[in-house]
């Protein structure tokens, strides 16, 4: 059973830092990509950003200047650096766990945490 609970969100000024982390339990060696995607309300997700076998790490175009994605296997626990952060960055930031290919749908993730807000003004 993969549980998966983020941590570190919170309300920031625009251009501000924010340092989200995803704690990983009941990982399996075949549960290899973790992603993060945002949602505000009324919206569907939005993919972020992905890590797969700890190593291959993808940002979304619209964020590669700003965001990145690492994991530190040792601890289970993957993170997204956020720098320059704006108001449109507001959202709920939810993390999610695949075995296999990492994709950028939601729909292909099995394994989601509870999210943490994300409040830029």
């Known amino acids: 059973h993969v549980q998966l609970v983020e941590s570190g969100g919170g309300s920031v000024e625009a251009g501000g830092s924010l340092k989200l982390a995803c704690a990983a339990s009941?990982?399996?060696?075949?549960?290899?990509?973790m992603a993060w995607f945002r949602q505000t309300p009324g919206k569907q997700r939005e993919y972020d950003a992905h890590i797969s076998s700890g190593t291959y790490t993808y940002v979304a175009d619209s964020m590669k200047d700003r965001f990145a994605i690492s994991q530190d296997t040792a601890k289970n626990t993957m993170y997204l650096q956020m720098n320059g952060l704006k108001p449109e960055d507001t959202a709920m930031y939810y993390c999610?766990?695949?075995?296999?290919?990492?994709?950028?749908?939601?729909?292909?993730?099995?394994?989601w945490g509870e999210g943490t807000q994300v409040t830029v003004s």
């Open positions: 999610a766990a695949r075995s296999g290919v990492c994709y950028t749908s939601p729909g292909e993730y099995e394994n």
């Open positions: 009941g990982l399996t060696a075949t549960t290899n990509c």
